[in-house]
């Protein structure tokens, strides 16, 4: 079996740190909020070159800690993706604002400056692009937006670590930011974990206080807040993932060149590069209307793959009704026709040329 991600393989390079790190842990007892945390919040706002780096318990969490943070509630509208996972809008429904759902581009699959630019109304109050599959959108112009219109910029990177635009970090571009450390994620922990990150010292002293049930002063509680505390035990993980994140992305865009240079002469679309930043491949994600065909000559052959989204936001049933007669048709041409295949920092060359001779043979 050829899995999406072999996590077991990135597990041995790292092993003996991790298992010191947690041994350590243990030992100290120091289980929440402890040493570990705060080094790997130092140590990942300097790798992203913020001035605040938050952990929090889970990427979900981190966009709902980001918006609550910048003021976003009740009335407000909030323009994001609909072809992203549910945590994106979950987030901005959590607050009690309403996510407004743009097309998309149809090479990127990320949200269009010009499309964010046309839903904009007397309530929107924030925009919410996500850099989908390790693709930063074009920060520059909707970063312009936004300070044109008054509108708070919060990126969802849960899918962007490590990647960056004009040699600038994803996540630094906007008021707020949300990351995941889901495990299949660039840089993922054994379990659920997440990073919120700002410039803003206020808005920092308010994420600190949401996660931790609303205290500065254990058991002095100004506001209503949430138990979303980054585990001692993932910041070990983290902490030494980090170390090697260049590496491993470096390693997925390797990869994913060299699936798109054996697939060239097929009638596919494979990802695309826009030029405005360094795609990070959290996905490889390809397009094409033989797609069931293709899924099932890989599953046939013991060869994972999968379909990141087959249904859109704005046709979940959770969203029938505030989105009912919304039509995005790039959004649901591509969920129509995407598939993605394994990439991760360990997969081998010849194992993508496996992968791409079954492709191939649905072709001849």
Do not use: W
């Amino acid at each position: 079996m050829i899995p999406m991600v072999n996590l077991k393989a990135q597990y041995a390079e790292i092993k003996d740190e991790i298992e010191r790190g947690l041994a350590e842990t243990i030992d100290n007892c120091s289980f929440i909020l402890g040493p570990h945390v705060q080094a790997f919040e130092k140590e990942a706002a300097d790798y992203l070159g913020v001035k605040h780096a938050i952990g929090c318990a889970s990427g979900t969490d981190a966009l709902h800690l980001a918006l609550l943070a910048e003021g976003i509630g009740a009335g407000d509208e909030v323009i994001t993706s609909a072809f992203t996972f549910i945590a994106t809008a979950e987030a901005i429904k959590y607050v009690g604002a309403k996510p407004v759902f743009v097309d998309i581009d149809p090479q990127s699959f990320n949200i269009t400056p010009e499309n964010i630019e046309k839903a904009i109304t007397a309530k929107t109050k924030a925009v919410m692009p996500v850099h989908l599959f390790g693709q930063p959108v074009n920060l520059p112009a909707i970063k312009a937006i936004c300070d044109k219109h008054g509108l708070k910029l919060i990126e969802d990177c849960a899918q962007s670590f490590g990647a960056s635009v004009n040699g600038k970090q994803t996540g630094g571009f906007g008021d707020a930011a949300g990351f995941s450390f889901f495990p299949s994620k660039n840089l993922g922990c054994f379990g659920d974990g997440g990073l919120v990150t700002t410039n803003c010292d206020k808005a920092a002293a308010k994420i600190k206080q949401y996660r931790n049930h609303g205290s500065d002063v254990r058991y002095y509680h100004d506001v209503i807040g949430y138990n979303s505390r980054l585990d001692e035990m993932q910041a070990v993980v983290l902490r030494a993932k980090l170390k090697h994140i260049d590496q491993y992305n470096a390693a997925r865009r390797h990869a994913a060149h060299l699936y798109s240079e054996l697939m060239a002469d097929l009638p596919l679309t494979t990802p695309h590069e826009d030029g405005l930043g360094v795609h990070v491949y959290h996905q490889y994600t390809l397009l094409s209307e033989r797609r069931d065909e293709i899924m099932k000559a890989l599953q046939d052959q013991q060869i994972a793959c999968a379909v990141y989204y087959p249904v859109p936001l704005h046709q979940q049933n959770v969203f029938k009704d505030e989105c009912a007669g919304l039509s995005l048709p790039v959004t649901e041409s591509v969920a129509a026709n995407c598939f993605s295949l394994p990439i991760c920092s360990s997969i081998s060359d010849d194992t993508i040329k496996q992968i791409v001779a079954v492709i191939r043979s649905v072709f001849n």
